[in-house]
């Protein structure tokens, strides 16, 4: 084979390569613009500061936190659950479970009173809490009030088909 | 001295120029191609009405939010400023294009929200977000 004919077959090798090279960039470009962006982690973290400015402000529990209880939580702090209705969701996107917890220097922390716990929403996300993408996210934050207690606030979102 | 090119040294020039021309051209289609996927419609659509049920989510009543939408008032085809956002009940839904319906985000702030385009000289290309308690 001449010089010009080998010229030609790489020229043909680099219009593959090129061919390849688009069609690597038209994938990641489809897989990573087709993909939902995924707010959920964002979403639960802004629950968890709604209901924490429900209970305490200051750092100290505001007065209405002895009667908060799951018949009025979504009244007191301003929640509703209702979801965009395309997937079949209905009000079973979310769960809120709120503890409180006694912090001592030397005894730790520990579960203040079992009963006074609030849980709202789907019970069944709770135990599907971060095991994948298709699974419900959660998030867990805990703060302290000056009255020596610790509030855990672990709130789950679903919405997988508009995240994932 | 300046030697002038022969036959063959003016086509391998030629070659050279063309394959170049051609590989520029093509990283130019690519580069095209992605700038025009970042900026679509529908991508926007998603954007707007996530962002926006954020911000409701985590608005207090009483609040006024002005949100530069400048991209999505420029991508919009046949779709009224005053009709981009539309919100019912709890659910945002962000419009861009005629023939398409949307995109839908639902917030939990349980708010009365109203939406509507700036008309002030600072708030072109701005929609206006006012909650107010239920």
Known sequence: MNKRGTDKIISVYWFVVLFIVAGGVVYMAAVFYGAPYDVREVEANILINQIADCIATGGKLNNNWNGLDENNIFERCHLTFGVEDEFGWKDDQHFVNVSVYGFDKDKGIWEIDKDKKIFVGNSDLETTCNLGKTMPKCVERSFYVSDGEVIKIKVGIKKVNKNV | ?134
């Open chain 2, 1 to 134: 001295m300046i030697k002038r090119l022969d036959k063959r040294g003016e086509n391998v020039l030629t070659e050279n120029i063309i394959f170049i021309v051609l590989n520029l051209v093509f990283l130019a289609i690519l580069v095209l191609f992605l700038v025009s996927k970042m900026g679509d419609a529908a991508i926007l659509e998603e954007k707007y009405a996530k962002q926006i049920a954020m911000i409701i989510d985590s608005a207090k009543p009483v609040m006024e939010i002005h949100l530069d939408m400048e991209d999505a008032f420029d991508k919009k085809e046949g779709v009224d400023n005053n009709s981009m956002v539309l919100i019912d009940k709890n659910v945002v839904t962000v419009k861009l294009r005629e023939k398409s319906k949307g995109y839908s985000y639902s917030f939990f702030n349980n708010v009365d929200v109203s939406a509507y385009t700036g008309t002030a000289k600072e708030d072109i290309n701005k929609y206006i977000l006012m909650i107010d308690p239920k």
